[in-house]
């Protein structure tokens, strides 16, 4: 069968399975399967597939009908402009964590020292070290997987020799280094635990839990990130966290107890998404 009668086809079934943006996502499975950009779906739109290539094709289809996460098929995602390895096992960065990034750039600069905590896939940490040549980084996980993709992803985008990888949870691992950290950045889970099994299926069922479950109220993993990045920063070093919807006047009260010059920042959709404080 040839490209454009594939993807029609394609578009259709997704659609019928419910699936977002079915053209789009037919478009984005055919191109990984084939090695091409999108564009190049069009220039060739009269190619027919082997029997190899359709059978693989085949199987993204039903794969992404059953929602697993079409960044898991293409092992992708897009992120600040830039695209980033990702896999099974390792939350996949939303593009509202942007917000986060762009507030940290514009808060610090010069030879700072940053730590990322909890950074997956590497997306926060790279995309700062990318637009600050002067900073270094720590980017932390409890996840050997998710560091070993930060570790490829920091290497893609040439940005490897300024970021130290540390296993651990929070700033378990971060001993020796109090007073010395610039700013400590974090998009910590921040689900609510009652809520996890309300998530749409392609997160419930796929995501690792461990990356969204915030616990009681959403809030457990803020308040020892709060508690546990004070010894850590200098005397007006920055914490930087996102949070979820609803959340951001409590984890600025949580902070106001020790920050100072707390603010809020919001997505595009107008939700209030990161909060920022500055330790005195």
Known sequence: MEIMPLLKKA????RQKGIENPRLTAEVLLAHCLGLKRIDLYLNYDCPLNERELS???E????????YP??????????????????????????????????VKEAIEGEVLVADIGTGC?????SLAKDLPQARFYASDISAE???????NAAENGVAGRIELLLGDLLNPFQGLEGKLDAVVSNPPYVPQDELESLPDEVRLYEPKAAMDGGKGGREVQKRLIAEAWPYLKKGG????EVGDSQAEVVMDLMGVRYKGIEVFPDLNG??????GRKT
């Not at 898991?72 to 917000?99: D, H, N, Q």
């Not at 939700?271 to 920022?276: D, G, L, N, T, W």
Request: avoid cysteine; aromatic fraction near 12%.
């Open 60 to 67: 993204l289809l039903v794969r992404r009908a059953r929602y």
């Open 271 to 276: 939700i209030a998404r990161v909060v920022m």
């Open 56 to 58: 693989r094709y085949r």
């Open 70 to 103: 079409l960044q898991y098929l293409t092992g992708e995602v897009e992120f600040y402009s830039a695209k980033f390895r990702v896999a099974p096992g390792v939350f996949i960065p939303r593009p509202e964590t942007e917000v986060l990034v762009e507030k």
């Open 146 to 152: 998710a560091l070993k993709l930060t570790q490829a």
């Open 238 to 241: 920055i914490l930087a966290l």
């Open 122 to 126: 590497g997306v926060i940490a790279i």
């Open 11 to 14: 578009q259709g079934y997704l």
